[in-house]
């Protein structure tokens, strides 16, 4: 069965935020006491299980200097980190 476009969504903003997180030398943990989440949370935004409300992505963006664009864009090669 083919993934909705509502998970493919997720898992990239999920890609997109890991990469980001670990490119900035953030811990989960760190990430998640400066937006007011668990890092379980974390772990769940990043493999694209739970969904990121509006929000929450603009606190995430700013804590990890980025656009909100950004979490849109093509996941990041691993030559590009």
Known sequence: MPLSRETEL???IGAQL???RRA???SMRQLADAVGVSYQQ???YEAGR?????ARLYQIAHQLQVPIGY????PPSHSQL
């Open 50 to 54: 739970n969904r990121i409300s509006a």
């Open 10 to 12: 997720n898992r990239q």
């Open 18 to 20: 890991q990469a980001r």
């Open 42 to 44: 974390i772990a769940k």
């Open 71 to 74: 979490f849109f864009e093509e």
């Open 24 to 26: 900035y030398r953030i």
